[in-house]
């Protein structure tokens, strides 16, 4: 008897050890036959982990990412665009990729940082992994990496370039020289769609300039009864107005808003309608610049789904989802033009401006948030009661 058990636990371990071989095999495989992968920063840390995805070089800005839920929303967010982005809860991918939660076609992020990534997801709605689903978008990234201590780093020296490769014979000094020349530029025409669409509606028409527009935004409208035309970002102020809109949506979008130079003198055109416009993020933040506002980067910007804003008219606060680097001054705000109407609760910088005498309001944060949340949700019904005024 115990030599049978003795013979029955050794083929037993057997028949594991080789399925554990296939999975491991098929792991490799699946990120290039190469394990290791490094994250190189421009101040000169290195981070040592597995390569996940694509199995490409790639130098990107790096940022960071609180939320715990979403990642599929934060992978496919266009506000992402030439971004490498850190997620900073431990355990990512673990209820897998389902399609239907996608914020947009396709994913945009240069890279993809994480502490550990679930190749096992539980969940009735997956359709499968996201090892597989980095591989097929061609996204590099790296597992096994410290995300805590990469976040202080970030926090504490601010956004920062760096490169993610699977090259173990690189030479420190000329990466670093590479990150510290790179800038991302171009990402707003990189992201917008190509042509005009449009999703039918019954009750009012609205312009959406797409910028990066995440696909719950148009959702957002139409589910109020609005028609949604959107319109690739470089459309001309007079194709817009010429379609006689009840009200105009200027979208989320990535980069430097000061970049979009053409698309500001657009906006210019629209702020001097009666047409009421409703503005997000980096729309918010080129109607801003349109008026005479300014704009700068922050040291490591707003990434999550946790950031808590207050309504100045009200006081009430909300817990915002938000993705932005860049930040309007309102230190030399003009009433004439504007007031200040949300505030971060945490860092006191501006989430959203009033513009005097006209039907225009625009926010930093994303009240049309999916996974979420939603507190902010409301701010769609104030763009329609606008339109009903108009």
């Known amino acids: 008897m115990i030599l049978k058990n003795f013979v029955l636990f050794h083929v037993w371990n057997t028949q594991n050890f080789f399925a554990n071989f296939t ?4 792991y490799m495989k699946g990120n290039g036959g190469r394990m290791k992968a490094f994250l190189i920063l421009e101040d000169g840390h290195v981070f040592t982990g597995t390569g996940i995805g694509s199995d490409k070089d790639v130098i990107s800005e790096i940022v960071f990412n609180t939320s715990m839920t979403g990642y599929l929303e934060v992978l496919t967010d266009p506000s992402y665009a030439g971004q490498a982005v850190v997620m900073t809860y431990p355990l990512i991918g673990n209820y897998g990729i389902c399609r239907e939660d996608m914020e947009s076609m396709q994913a945009w ?16 709605r997956s359709e499968g992994t996201i090892q597989d689903f980095l591989i097929e978008q061609d996204i590099p990234g790296i597992a096994g990496v410290d995300t805590r201590a990469l976040t202080k780093i970030l926090r504490e020296k601010g956004t920062m370039n760096g490169m993610i490769t699977r090259n173990e014979n690189f030479v420190l000094e000329e990466v670093v020289e590479k990150l510290k020349n790179y800038s991302p530029t171009g990402v707003v025409k990189k992201v917008t769609c190509k042509e005009t669409s449009v999703m039918p509606g019954n009750k009012f028409k609205v312009a959406l300039l797409d910028f990066g527009a995440k696909k719950n935004i148009a959702k957002s ?57 409703f503005a997000i993020c980096l729309g918010h933040q080129l109607m801003a610049l349109a008026t005479g506002c300014d704009t700068h980067k922050m040291k490591y910007g ?89």
């Open 109 to 124: 992020p240069d890279g993809y940082i994480v502490r550990e990534l679930s190749r096992m997801p539980s969940n009735f």
């Open 23 to 26: 999975l491991i095999m098929k």
């Open 221 to 277: 409208l139409n589910e109020r009864g609005c028609e949604v035309t959107i319109y690739p970002a470089h459309t001309t102020a007079e194709e817009i107005i010429a379609s006689k809109p009840d009200g105009i949506m200027l979208s989320n979008g990535p980069g430097d808003p000061k970049e979009c130079v053409e698309i500001i003198e657009e906006v210019k055109k629209l702020y001097n309608t009666d047409i009421p416009i």
């Open 302 to 390: 707003h990434r999550g789904g946790n950031h808590p804003v207050k309504d100045l008219e009200t006081g009430r606060v909300y817990i915002s989802s938000q993705n932005h680097g860049y930040v309007v001054d309102t230190d030399k705000l003009d009433p004439k033009i504007a007031t200040p109407a949300f505030i971060n609760v945490n860092d006191k910088t501006n989430e959203g401006l009033a513009y005097t005498n006209k039907k225009i309001f625009t926010v930093q944060f994303h009240p049309e948030a999916c996974p979420g949340p939603q507190d902010s949700s409301y701010l769609f019904d104030r763009f329609i009661k606008m339109m009903e005024e108009r």
